[in-house]
Structures are given as C-alpha cells and as structure tokens.
C-alpha cells in the first residue's frame, strides 16, 4: 500500500496557484517570466520562497551563493539529508513551469508529508537553487555546481553580463557578499530527487504522465569556422572557387545525415551562422557556426565528433581552405540512480499513473548530483513540447500526479 495523503479542495489547486504567484516575480508583458540570477526579480522570488517555507515550519538558510534550502529535520541520527527541488532562475521571457514547477512541487510534497505523518527519520530540505540556465551569465548550473564543489568564486571573476556588470558585483548587490563566501559544498546529502516539466512532447505524444529518466545526455558544443575566399560572384569560375557558404553545406549536410545513420539517439544542431562579407553578389570567404552534439553514451560522442572533423579536416585540405574548431563545451552524460527509478515504476503501477522510461536531451541540475550521489529526475508532459516560451503549459492533473509520485518517493527514503 502506498501513502495516503487526503487534499482538500483548496489544496488541489495550490499547485496552479503557486506557478501563477512565482510568475509574478518578473512577469512579462507576453505572459512569460524573465528572472535572471541576482536580478531584483530572482531576489524577490527567492525572498517569497523562503517566507512560505517559513509558514510550513521549515528551517530555511540561503548559503554564500544563493541557493535557498527549507530543512525539515529527521529524527534519526544518521546526519544525511534527502535533497529535493529544481531551480528558480529562467530565460528571458521564458515559461513558468520550466523549474519552477520543480520548487513547488518539491514544497509540496514536504508540506504535505509533514501535515500527514509528522517529522521523518532522515532529514529533508527543499531546495531552490540559485541558477541553472545560464541567461544571464555565460555558465550554467552555478547553485547545483557549487554544492557539489565544481565552481567557485575563481570561475567567475571575470565574467560579465551583456550590460557589462561584473559576476561578483551583482552578487554583492543581492546580499551575497563574495567577501564573506564560505564554500556551499555539502557533504551529508544523502540523495537527491529532481521533478521537472519534460520540455519536449514525449510523453504527451505517448499518453504518459510520468517520465523515468535513465540517463541525462553528454552535450559538446563547438565554434566552427571555415576560411575559403571572397570572389566576384559573376566573374569567378565554379571549379576555381574557395566558397565557404559551399564548404560549410556540404558539412552541415554530412553531419547531419551521418547523427541520423549513426544512432537514433544521436542529434546534432547547427543553430548560429556568421556569414562575411555577407553580401549579396560576393562569394563567401569566411563561415562561422555553432555545433551542438549530445548523446547519453560519451563512446557515441566521441566516435561522431572524430568522424565528422576528421573526414572534414582533409576535405579542406584537399579544396585549400582551412577549418578551424574550437571546443567550448563538454559535459558528459549522467545515468540516474537505478535502484530509485525501480523505485519510481514500483510507484507509478501502484498508484496506477502510466508512466515510461526515457532519455533526457536536455541538461538539468540532476546531472550536476548524478555523479555526487543517487540522484532521480522526473518528467511531467508539457503541452505541445513548448518550453522556454510563455506558450509553456502542464495542466493541474499532471502536476498533481507528479506531487503524488514525488512525495511516496520522498515518504519511503525519508520516513
């Protein structure tokens, strides 16, 4: 038998209600949510975040970065905490749900547990960790990379923001003295369990409502550039051209038919060009493109990237042009705990929930714990696979199913 948690009607529709509040912190006029790390709108969400903890009879701290915890202490004696919850920062003009939902429904879950069973044996916190998708600042997961000892103040020094405000500058500014910084790293959590809108149209295409994720993909990002030479458009034979547009799609169009041929889970994406001179009647003579390669296995990855930049590399020698590839990316994949998705699928039958494994393609801060500690990452459907868009949208039913699953889960780790 799983745990039986009765809602009032009120509590029902708490989860819709608490998107639609968090939103307000940096609400756009298209509807969406623009809250950067630092800004006033993440500081002021955060603030609202730690006084409805408070509420619930958490204990809440923020630590030396930013990330803020609501702990419900354990009874036992065993010191190690069961961490649970997503980020709190968006994109610019993104949706409300893409980690946020993760928050609340981290919240609660907690909350829940607590009015139903009392305290539990191991501690849990609920975490709103202070940055994860890099808008703001050119780095990710600065919250979850921090707690686990990867970052720290050295690796922001000397970053800026597009308006030139310096990492540490706005850092101070929100309260988060860098003069005062004690290292976040944290070395009594136990497990961590991440829920989190799916992004994508997975599980809504397949009638699922729950998405077990097995592995959360490696990503490599490149810059490219090919130099041929710039011609006269009419006076320049074909045969005697160093056209870098050319060049550039003939390898688009390899790369892209050798992702599909080598593995279905394989996907590669060219999603910026510089063209110069970029005009009209010249031909190219330079070609800059971003080059985005994930997969959940790194002897994929590798095997992909050698192919490609090898059979390239000597194309460009053989067509006098130079191809040039800088590598500013390359995080690996993570596979999640497999004894808590069994966990996870035992619950779901139970509970009647149709549910399914699946690949995540996007990077989450699960991957940040994935190599710390077991770590679980959930996916609720997103309508139509729309995200980072105010158009992003999970219905009340499908959040409430994934509270559910969340708190059994948090209920046989804990209590």
């Known amino acids: 038998m799983g745990i039986q948690i009765e809602k009032s009607i009120n509590e029902k529709d708490e989860v819709a209600s608490m998107i639609e509040w968090l939103a307000s912190f940096g609400a756009t006029e298209s509807d969406g949510v623009t809250r950067l790390l630092y800004s006033k709108e993440w500081m002021s969400a955060q603030q609202a975040m730690k006084a409805e903890m408070e509420k619930e009879n958490l204990i809440t701290y923020f630590d030396s970065v930013g990330n803020l915890f609501g702990r419900l202490e354990g009874t036992g004696p065993s010191g190690e905490t069961i961490l649970t919850g997503s980020h709190i920062d968006t994109v ?11 928050v609340v429904a981290s919240f609660l879950a907690v909350k829940r547990l607590y009015k139903a069973y009392g305290k539990p044996r191991k501690t849990i916190e609920v975490v709103s960790f202070c940055e994860e998708e890099g808008s703001r600042f050119p780095l990710t997961f600065w ?10 103040l050295e690796h922001v020094r000397d970053l800026k923001d597009a ?17 005062a910084y004690i290292t976040p790293v944290r070395d009594d959590i136990e497990r961590f369990v991440e829920i989190h809108i799916e992004q994508g149209m997975v599980l809504e295409k397949n009638g699922n409502t729950i998405g077990v994720v097995s592995h959360i993909v490696g990503q490599r990002r490149y810059t490219v550039k090919i130099i041929g030479e710039s011609d006269h458009a009419g006076t320049t034979p074909m045969s005697y051209r160093k056209d870098a547009v050319g060049f550039a799609s003939e390898f688009i169009s390899f790369l892209t038919k ?17 063209v110069k001179p970029n005009v009209p009647n010249v031909i190219a003579g330079e070609v800059e493109f971003s080059l985005d390669i994930r997969h959940y296995e790194e ?8 192919e490609i930049f090898s059979n390239f590399d000597s194309l460009a020698k053989e067509a006098e042009m130079k191809l040039e590839v800088s590598q500013w990316m390359d995080v690996k994949p993570v596979a999640m705990d497999w004894e808590m998705n069994r966990l996870v699928r035992k619950i779901a039958e139970d509970k009647n929930i149709p549910y399914q494994d699946m690949v995540s393609g996007a990077g989450h801060d699960a991957q940040v714990f994935g190599s710390y500690c077991p770590t679980c990452l959930l996916f609720v459907p997103s309508k139509g696979g729309i995200s980072h868009s105010p158009k992003e949208f999970t219905s009340v039913a499908d959040m409430e199913k994934g509270i559910d699953v969340l708190s059994e889960i948090l209920y046989k780790l804990a209590y």
């Open 299 to 306: 002897v994929v990855l590798e095997r992909f990237c050698q």
């Open 92 to 102: 610019k003009d993104g949706g409300k749900y893409d980690g946020a939902y993760g």
């Open 143 to 152: 919250g979850s990379r921090n707690i686990k000892g990867v970052y720290g």
């Open 163 to 179: 308006e030139g405000i310096p990492f540490l500058e706005a850092m101070k500014k929100s309260g988060f003295e860098p003069e």
């Open 258 to 274: 050798k992702a599909k041929d080598m593995d279905p889970g394989l996907v590669a994406t060219v999603g910026r060009m510089d």
